[in-house]
Nanobody, 127 residues
Framework: QLQLVESGGGLVQPGESLKLSCTVSGFTLDYYVIGWFRQAPGKEREGVSC????????NYADSVKGRFTIPKDNARNTFYPQMNSLHPEDTAVYLC????????????????????WGQGTQVTDSS
């Protein structure tokens, strides 16, 4: 059974950094997409970033470009999105999701393009 588990959330001050993780288990494919999403209280879920497992190509929402990254060198089946220069409006539950093949050359941060979801990890502005 395919499962995704996020961790690394917590309380942060504006300007601080945080590294999350998403571990995927239960399947053996080596070509898929990991997407990151967030949902703030009272708001719709928003696509944040994605990475393609084989090529390491990434895509980012405009709201996080230049601040959030997903390193290409990840442990097998574990991804570590790095969030820098956090803003109060980054407060949300962060969820990872996986898209199984077919996979496009440039991954999508659209909810409908992903098939399985984790439960999320909370990131909160503590100011």
């Amino acid at each position: 059974q395919l499962q995704l588990v996020e961790s690394g959330g917590g309380l942060v001050q504006p300007g601080e950094s945080l590294k999350l993780s998403c571990t995927v288990s239960g399947f053996t494919l080596d070509y898929y997409v990991i997407g990151w999403f967030r949902q703030a209280p009272g708001k719709e879920r928003e696509g944040v970033s994605c990475i393609t497992s084989r090529s390491g190509s990434t895509n980012y929402a405009d709201s996080v470009k230049g601040r959030f990254t997903i390193p290409k060198d990840n442990a097998r089946n574990t991804f570590y999105p790095q969030m820098n220069s956090l803003h109060p409006e980054d407060t949300a539950v962060y969820l990872c999701a996986v898209r199984l093949p077919p996979v496009l050359r440039i991954c999508s941060i659209s909810e409908s393009e992903h098939h399985y979801w984790g439960q999320g990890t909370q990131v909160t502005d503590s100011s």
